[in-house]
């Protein structure tokens, strides 16, 4: 979808997420604690939101949100966050991103 | 006390005393056996002392030694033989008396009575062992069904006495049992692992003992996760957990980071690259525990909300209940998250780690387990012992 592939290019940390989603609340959590300011599109606020969710879903995010992307690559949803980050693979791909100033 | 053998006696005495003063005879000629003396409490000694004193003088009390300070625990049996043993003189006096027949026939019922009453002392006693035992085997299931985390009923909630809560749907009840038969493996395997380390033991053996071990975990998260979709509840408050377990319960289960902390200690030879890489798992399991609990605190306002939204004191609240619905099937995903969480911080160790060094890794962290339960059982040991 156009949208998506839009917004999600945008730079730096892109995360689809919904107001009432607490999950997404946490990814959001985890990326300010490594000190991103990642780029939030609260997709239950957009008149396409049905569209942007099965896009997600086609995309491979099962539950559409949250939608973690960097660079404007897809990173995946909060599993896949997860895992990167213990494995020690997420910081290496956010550091342009990261911010020291307080 | 006294057995009911003893009542009966007591009673032929009583009927004796009073057949006595019916047939106006002065001869008492009755002779208790021996073994009654060390049981007497008082009343009945006056009881004694009382039918004898009927006799009218043909009895002196230096004859007949009832001696009232005898240990009342003496329970030997055999004393009653030393009856005829050890004649009193007054049963002399007796055996010249008019009716020598109908003595020796009292003496013998007396006897009889006596061994009657000594096996039915006998019986109680074997009966009283045996309920002893019963309850002892009792009270150690209901030890291990609560080490196995089943809600016994502690008075809290409204179960039933051996504890499955009405609440508890089929589904839990087979989550717990299977947890039982995990936990008999993990102790399995724990032995297993000890063993195996104390000897020579070739690096292939070991690598398959390290992924059964890990294996065994993953199937773990597996379970919760099936039993989550049933009531998350139960799994969020760790009910299946010993109490102990509990304390320490971070959503559903044990917090990363902090068994990290634990037993970093524990790991012997770790090279320097090594401590470096659990130190960073372990802040980024920090970081990511963090997120999952402050977003676990914005579902419980979110849930708050959603169940306090509208007017209070209305009376009806089913849209508030459709709401609070939708915000708790969240929960489930919190669940899964954490377990999640626990099975990436075990595949990392494993990555970072040597097999040796995993499979030490993998018994110190089941036998950290197995004390956490062993604590829960000691303490609700010592709670019952009174003060």
């Not at chain 2, 890990?214 to 039993?227: C, G, I």
């Not at chain 2, 049933?230 to 010993?242: E, L, N, R």
């Not at chain 2, 995993?358 to 018994?363: C, E, H, I, M, V």
């Amino acid at each position: 979808m156009d949208k998506v592939m839009r917004m999600s290019s945008e730079k730096g940390v892109v995360i689809f997420t919904k107001s009432s989603c607490c999950l997404c609340y946490a990814v959001q959590i985890l990326f300010r604690d490594l000190r991103v300011q990642p780029t939030i599109h609260e997709i239950d606020n957009d008149p396409d939101c049905r569209e942007i969710e099965k896009a997600l879903v086609r995309l491979g995010c099962a539950n559409a949100v949250p939608a973690v992307f960097v660079s404007g690559k897809l990173v995946g949803s909060t599993n896949d966050v997860m895992s990167l980050h213990l494995s020690g693979s997420l910081v290496p791909l956010i550091k342009p991103y990261q911010s020291f100033l307080n | 006390m006294i057995s009911a053998g003893k009542v009966h006696l007591f009673e032929d005495l009583l009927t004796q005393k009073t057949r006595r003063r019916n047939m106006n005879t002065t001869s008492t000629h009755f002779v208790p056996p021996r073994r009654f003396e060390i049981y007497e409490p008082l009343n009945q000694m006056s009881m004694w002392e009382e039918s004898f004193k009927n006799n009218g003088g043909m009895y002196t009390p230096s004859s007949i030694t009832i001696p009232t300070n005898e240990k009342p625990d003496s329970l030997s049996e055999d004393t009653s033989h030393g009856t005829e043993g050890t004649p009193h003189k007054f049963d002399q006096e007796a055996s010249t008396s008019r009716h020598p027949d109908k003595i020796q026939r009292r003496l013998a019922q007396n006897r009889e009575a006596a061994r009657k009453s000594r096996l039915r002392k006998k019986a109680y006693v074997q009966q009283l062992e045996t309920s002893r035992l019963k309850l002892i085997h009792l009270e150690q299931e209901l030890d291990r069904a609560r080490q196995q985390g089943f809600y016994v009923g502690n008075g809290v909630d409204s179960t039933n006495a051996l504890g499955f809560s009405d609440n508890m749907s089929s589904g839990i009840v087979a989550f717990e049992m299977e947890y039982g038969h995990w936990v008999e493996e993990q102790n399995r395997q724990i032995c297993e692992l000890r063993r195996v380390l104390h000897g020579q033991v070739n690096d292939i053996e070991l690598r398959s003992l390290v992924e059964n071990a890990m294996k065994h975990y993953f199937q773990l998260f597996r379970m919760k996760s099936t039993a989550a979709k049933i009531d998350v509840f139960y799994i969020m408050s760790g009910m299946w957990k010993t109490s102990a377990e509990r304390f320490f319960l971070w959503m559903g289960g044990f917090k990363p980071s902090d068994l990290l902390k634990v037993l970093l200690p524990h790991f012997d030879l770790l090279a320097n690259q090594q401590i470096l890489d659990v130190c960073n798992l372990r802040q980024s399991c920090q970081q990511a525990e963090d997120a999952l609990s402050q977003g676990m605190e914005k579902l419980q306002h979110t849930l708050a909300e959603s169940v306090a939204a509208g007017k209070l004191g209305e009376g009806s609240y089913i849209p508030q209940m459709t709401c609070a619905m939708e915000r708790l099937e969240a929960l489930v995903s919190f669940v899964n998250q954490a377990d999640h969480l626990r099975l990436e911080t075990l595949q990392q160790m494993h990555r970072i780690l040597t097999t040796r060094q995993a499979a030490r890794g993998l018994l110190s962290l089941g036998e950290y387990f197995q004390r956490l339960r062993a604590l829960s059982s000691s303490w609700a040991t010592r709670q019952r012992e009174p003060t």
